[in-house]
């Protein structure tokens, strides 16, 4: 079956950076394209970043635009999210999403919080 587990998250100071990683297995990892989305408390989950299946297609919502990359690893299939200059604002579970044939995948996430 599906799995798709995070790690990575933890407590950072304001303009710090952190890696997240997303493992994944039970599936044809390099024939989809992967997501992360993040929840703060209170708010929606919404989507961070895309990366297409090859990983040459890479989108990124405007709220952390210029500040997250996203990549992958089809060999080893790894997801990951290079965040920098993180703000408290960033603070918020971070899950990894896979669409498969319409249907959504997500790991239990890994919280990241951003804070002096």
């Known amino acids: 079956q599906v799995q798709l587990v995070e790690s990575g998250g933890g407590l950072v100071q304001p303009g710090g950076s952190l890696r997240l990683s997303c493992a994944a297995s039970g599936f044809t990892f390099s024939s989809w394209p992967m997501n992360w989305y993040r929840q703060a408390p209170g708010r929606e989950r919404e989507l961070v970043a895309a990366?297409?299946?090859?990983?040459?297609?890479?989108t990124y919502a405007d709220s952390m635009k210029g500040r997250v990359t996203i990549s992958r690893d089809n060999g080893k299939n790894m997801v990951y999210l290079q965040m920098y200059t993180l703000k408290p604002e960033d603070t918020a579970v971070y899950y990894c999403?896979?669409?498969?044939?319409?249907?959504?995948?997500w790991g239990q996430g890994t919280q990241v919080t951003v804070s002096s």
């Open positions: 990366i297409s299946s090859s990983g040459i297609g890479r």
């Open positions: 999403k896979a669409d498969i044939r319409s249907l959504a995948y």
